[in-house]
């Protein structure tokens, strides 16, 4: 089975400053990539997604994520933080063999200071 | 609009009580899934379907179940057995090689 570390339960930052949430998978076959954001008492809401296109992938809200199948990581960034990007962030990947199952890392609370 | 709904938001169950949360979606997703949330725990896979009439058990599955009579619907049945059962409750659907949508949550409290 899959599984997904996201390094990091919190991450806080300032205002203005560039965001970086760390997400790492263990498949030795790169599987599909997620990284959702979850407001409180909310369902996720997807940021971006990787399906084996383009190693860089551009997300809603100005958030991009690369992916380095050698470091089989998939981290996230946002050059320049804003207050309302203070949520969860969760990190999820599927299998290609077996996509329709989803595998979710504990998640990263980001908090954006003034 | 297309999407996922789960009634009701917030949800109180005495002990012993068996309790029902209900997910809609008019996607037209094969899959359905549910996911139970803790603080710092993510998600965690309790049931998932890929087609009507059947579904799979996942990671704790236990004090659960589930029916997929029909393609929109796969609700969630928390039993007696379910010791723990206070939890946000995420449901979820997809299709083939796409992302999984998620409703807005069920918030299931024991009183």
């Known amino acids: 089975a899959q599984s997904v570390t996201q390094l990091g339960s919190h991450v806080s930052v300032s205002e203005g400053a560039l965001v970086l949430l760390r997400c790492n998978y263990s498949s030795s076959v790169p599987p599909y990539l997620f990284w959702y954001v979850q407001y409180p008492n909310q369902g996720l809401q997807l940021l971006l997604k990787y399906t084996s296109a383009a190693t860089l992938v551009k997300g809603i809200n100005g958030f991009e994520a690369e992916f380095k199948k050698s470091e089989t990581s998939f981290h996230l960034t946002k050059p320049s933080a804003h207050m309302s990007d203070a949520a969860e962030y969760f990190c999820?990947?599927?299998?290609?063999?077996?996509?329709?199952?989803?595998?979710f890392g504990s998640g990263t609370k980001l908090n954006v200071k003034p | 609009d297309g999407g996922i709904t789960q009634s009701p938001k917030y949800l109180f169950r005495k002990e012993g009580q068996n309790v029902t949360l209900s997910c809609e979606q008019n996607?037209?997703?094969?899959?359905m899934y549910w996911y139970r949330q803790d603080p710092g725990q993510g998600l965690r896979l309790i049931y998932y379907s890929q087609i009507v009439n059947d579904f799979q058990k996942g990671d704790i599955a236990e004090g659960y179940s589930v029916s997929r009579e029909k393609k929109e619907s796969f609700p969630l049945t928390v039993t007696s057995a379910q010791k723990n059962p206070t939890a946000f409750y995420l449901c979820?659907?997809?299709?083939?090689?796409?992302?999984?949508?998620f409703g807005q949550g069920t918030r299931l409290t024991v009183v």
């Open positions: 999820a990947v599927s299998e290609k063999i077996n996509f329709n199952k989803f595998y």
């Open positions: 979820a659907s997809s299709m083939l090689n796409t992302e999984a949508f």
């Open positions: 996607l037209n997703h094969d899959a």
